[in-house]
């Protein structure tokens, strides 16, 4: 059974820092390309950071790129993400995503809540 459970979230200031972790189970993790996403009510889904199977390439949007990073164990079936100097734009649901190749979003986790806001 494929699980991915993300884990983290939380209320935080502007300006503050939240650590996100997400562990795999049930695929071969390190064949897969791990992603997280994210979405604001009222909005669509929006990817923020993604990284190849073997961890050696990350990509970001404009709106996160210096702020977050994404990174992953594959002897822990683990990926975080390290998101710094939040803003109140950033509060959003965020979720881990698997993929056998960077377009592809094959497991989905169930989410966990980061809130930016003093």
């Known amino acids: 059974q494929v699980q991915l459970v993300e884990s983290g979230g939380d209320l935080v200031q502007p300006g503050g820092s939240l650590r996100l972790s997400c562990v795999a189970s049930g695929f071969t993790f390190s064949t897969y390309v791990m992603k997280w996403y994210r979405q604001a009510p009222g909005k669509e889904r929006e990817l923020v950071a993604a990284i190849s199977s073997a961890g050696t390439v990350t990509n970001y949007p404009d709106s996160v790129k210096g702020r977050f990073t994404i990174s992953r164990d594959n002897a822990k079936n683990m990926v975080y993400l390290q998101m710094n100097s939040l803003k109140p734009e950033d509060t959003a649901v965020y979720y881990c995503?698997?993929?056998?190749?960077?377009?592809?979003?094959?497991?989905w986790g169930q989410g966990t809540q980061v809130t930016v806001s003093s």
């Open positions: 995503n698997a993929g056998l190749t960077y377009l592809r979003t094959d497991y």
